[in-house]
C-alpha cells in the first residue's frame, strides 16, 4: 500500500503537487507502459498501487509531459550554444579593422594610411542584432503582436436571389 506522503497533493493553486514518492510511482508506471504496450491503464495501477486507472494515465501523462519539458530545454540550450558562438564570432568582425581594397590593391588616404572599410563591421553589426532576435525568440521575450478589428463584415452570395432564400 502506499505510504500518506506519496499521495498526490493539490497546490494553493488546485494543481498537482509532485512528491519524491509520487514521482518514483509515476515514473514506475510510465516504465511499465513503455515496457508492456499491451497492459491496461487499470493492471498498471493495480500493480503499482494508483486507486484508479485515471490516476495512473494522468501519472504516465505527467511523465511524458516531463520528458518533453526536459527535452525541450535540453533543445533550447543547444540553440542557445550556437547563438553564443555566432555572436562570438560577429563580435570578432565588429571589432576587427578592415581596410579598403580595391581590384586586389589596398587603398590608402592622403597621408599613405589604408583607409577603413566600414562594410564588413555594418555586416557584422547586422548579424548581431538578427542573433539578438533570434535570442529573444528562442526565450519567448518577444510579446505577441496584438491586432485590432473593428467593424462588421458583410457576406454577399453572388448568383443568389435573395427572395428566393425566404
Not at 535570442?135 to 428566393?164: C, F
Amino acid at each position: 500500500m502506499t505510504h500518506p506522503n506519496d499521495r498526490p497533493r493539490l497546490k494553493h493553486n488546485g494543481r498537482f503537487q509532485s512528491s519524491p514518492g509520487t514521482d518514483a510511482r509515476a515514473a514506475h508506471a510510465a516504465q511499465l507502459r513503455a515496457d508492456n504496450p499491451t497492459m491496461t491503464y487499470q493492471q498498471i495501477a493495480d500493480a503499482v498501487g494508483y486507486s484508479n486507472k485515471g490516476d495512473c494515465w494522468r501519472a504516465v501523462q505527467r511523465c511524458r509531459e516531463a520528458v518533453l519539458r526536459e527535452a525541450g530545454a535540453d533543445l533550447v540550450a543547444s540553440e542557445a550554444q550556437l547563438l553564443d558562438d555566432l555572436f562570438v564570432s560577429a563580435m570578432e568582425i565588429l571589432e576587427r579593422d578592415h581596410v579598403m581594397v580595391s581590384h586586389g590593391k589596398v587603398i590608402t588616404g592622403e597621408d599613405g594610411r589604408p583607409l577603413l572599410d566600414d562594410g564588413p563591421r555594418l555586416a557584422a553589426l547586422r548579424e548581431l542584432r538578427a542573433i539578438r532576435e533570434s535570442y529573444r525568440k528562442l526565450h519567448g521575450v518577444d510579446q505577441p503582436a496584438k491586432v485590432e478589428h473593428s467593424g462588421g463584415v458583410r457576406y454577399e452570395v453572388v448568383g443568389v436571389d435573395p427572395e428566393d432564400l425566404t
